[in-house]
């Protein structure tokens, strides 16, 4: 089986640092990690207590859970003036649309079904496909005037937003947490100057933040465009289309996702191309 075969692997992960580190030296990388965010509460978690004020008062007939620290977040907020007995019994009320398998496993871990499965790579078209073919096939599922509330994370969504109010939806937005960059940054600042030197192989993204820290902290560096270089000629792999969406934002193609977004994939995927994909690349970027 095709490996890294030694090849310098950057990992921006933070919460899963250890297992990714882990899995790179497991398929023969040689591992810098250099966490590029660390997830924060907001100092203010009034919009939860007042959706969980709301839910309670059934002022809303759908909710959506984007990810799984996103809801476990918005219940623990909700707990600190209610019960968490009266919160489940709210959401068996109204529908409850999970967007990943994360958000649905806490939700089955409190007795939730999840009104709707959204399918694989689980980014908002696909939710909004889902929801549609829902409405198309249940009258239940209309969203025209349907009142929902829509959990953030890190930042706002604003194609799904539009997408939900085109549709006729009334959207609360229910923002819990936020990214910001880790307290020492230095790690980050060594992998960029890594990358601006040329001495990055293959770089792992696992989140369209990621992407946006790392050149946030290049550009305070006056290091983007040298930066920049490094990524042409290092191997970029995207765990999936929203974080692809992010890189492209950046100005950066992803050489690859993997066939599912999930961290295993991305590292095994990218293990066996990356040989091939890093001298494609590196003749490309000599000859230019």
Do not use: C
Request: aromatic content about 4%; hydrophobic content about 45%.
């Amino acid at each position: 089986m095709r490996d890294f075969a030694g090849l310098r692997v950057l990992a921006l992960e933070s919460r899963r640092a250890a297992e990714l580190t882990k899995l790179i030296s497991s398929y023969g990388g040689d591992p810098i990690v250099a966490p590029a965010m660390r997830e924060v509460p907001r100092d203010s978690n009034t919009e939860a207590l007042a959706f969980a004020e709301r839910l309670l008062a059934g002022e809303f007939d759908m909710v959506i859970f984007l990810t799984g620290v996103g809801a476990r977040a918005v219940l623990s907020v909700g707990q600190t003036k209610y019960r968490l007995e009266d919160l489940i019994a709210a959401m068996h009320r109204v529908k409850v649309v999970p967007r990943g398998p994360k958000p649905t496993a806490v939700l089955r871990e409190l007795g939730v079904a999840p009104a709707l499965i959204v399918p694989e790579p689980n980014t908002w078209r696909e939710l909004l496909q889902a929801l549609d073919g829902a409405r198309q096939s249940s009258p239940e599922f209309r969203l025209g005037g349907a009142r929902i509330a829509l959990q953030e994370y890190g930042v706002s969504n604003p194609e799904l937003v539009a997408g939900l109010t085109e549709r006729g939806a009334i959207v609360t937005r229910v923002p819990v947490y936020q990214w910001a960059l880790p307290e020492d940054i230095a790690p980050l600042q060594s992998a960029i100057k890594e990358l601006a030197g040329g001495r990055i192989d293959a770089v792992l993204f696992t989140t369209g933040i990621q992407a946006a820290h790392l050149f946030q902290v290049a550009v305070r560096m006056k290091m983007e465009e040298a930066m920049r270089r490094g990524l042409a000629r290092a191997v970029v792999a995207s765990i999936g289309p929203s974080t692809s969406e992010e890189l492209h934002r950046q100005g950066i193609q992803p050489d690859l996702e993997p066939s599912h977004p999930k961290m295993g994939f991305l590292v095994k995927e990218a293990a066996e191309q990356a040989a091939a994909l890093l001298s494609k690349k590196r003749q490309g970027t000599t000859s230019a």
